[in-house]
């Protein structure tokens, strides 16, 4: 992928470290066009490698997304069994370009509710790109921030050695990662819905109304551009 500056896009040279997106409204995008749930997420798949290689080309550090959390397996089973397609789909057909591209891929969340096919793949994505020095890319999958949290802390108590702050953000899924400097929810909701809570602290909030299928790069870029004309004080004064 080109590096591109971000002026090409109206940008200021500022850009947020780590974006943090919520992917919501692909089942009802297919549901306003009369169409079945998973087209919606199988749409949502081109937007998404928009994003991805957009983020790259603008030489931005982290990239984190939501794409299925710890809720979603209450979804309807044809659904689920739909998105498992699309998640062993996606490993497979974007791997070798993503690889190619230096960007490094991490799952966040618990692996072991999936199918072992899939278990594999994610395993096969994360070893493979491992040591590429681009992108990082972190893909929520059967994720959710209070179950993360959860699970930090009962590694730290096995470690038997008193934790601070610093100790409890290392035992998280993005240990290493910058926290998150924007996080841009589609759909129309404006809630995190468990995601990154804890990374999130200190985040810039853009809620956008389109569904994620229809979230182009013109879209991304504008979230970008919010995030720029914000003053981030971080507890200070103005």
């Avoid at 990082?136 to 009962?154: C, F, M, Q, T, W």
Wanted: with cysteine; charged share 25%; proline share 5%.
């Amino acid at each position: 992928m080109a590096k591109m500056e971000p002026g090409n896009f109206g940008l200021a040279p500022e850009l947020p470290r780590h974006v943090g997106v919520i992917m919501d409204g692909n089942g009802r995008w297919a549901q306003k066009r009369g169409l079945p749930r998973p087209l919606g997420h199988r749409a949502a798949m081109e937007r998404l490698r928009d994003m991805i290689r957009l983020s790259s080309d603008l030489g931005m550090e982290a990239l984190s997304l939501y794409a299925f959390s710890t809720e979603n397996w209450k979804r309807p089973q044809s659904e689920i069994d739909a998105l498992m397609g699309l998640f062993m789909e996606y490993f497979l057909r974007e791997l070798d370009e993503l690889h190619a591209n230096g960007v490094c891929i991490r799952i966040l969340g618990d692996k072991d509710a999936f199918p072992a096919r899939i278990r594999a793949s994610m395993v096969v994505a994360e070893e493979k790109t491992a040591h590429n020095q681009g992108l990082k890319l972190n893909i929520a999958l059967n994720y959710g921030s209070r179950a993360e949290v959860v699970r930090a802390v009962n590694m730290l108590l096995a470690s038997g050695k008193p934790a601070d702050e610093q100790m409890l953000m290392n035992a998280l899924y993005t240990a290493g990662l910058p926290d998150l400097d924007l996080v841009i929810r589609t759909g129309g909701e404006r809630r995190l819905s468990n995601f990154l809570l804890l990374q999130a602290a200190y985040a810039e909030l853009v809620f956008v109304e389109d569904y994620f299928p229809d979230f182009t790069q013109a879209r991304y870029v504008d979230c970008i551009r919010e995030y720029q004309r914000r003053s981030r004080r971080f507890g200070d004064v103005p």
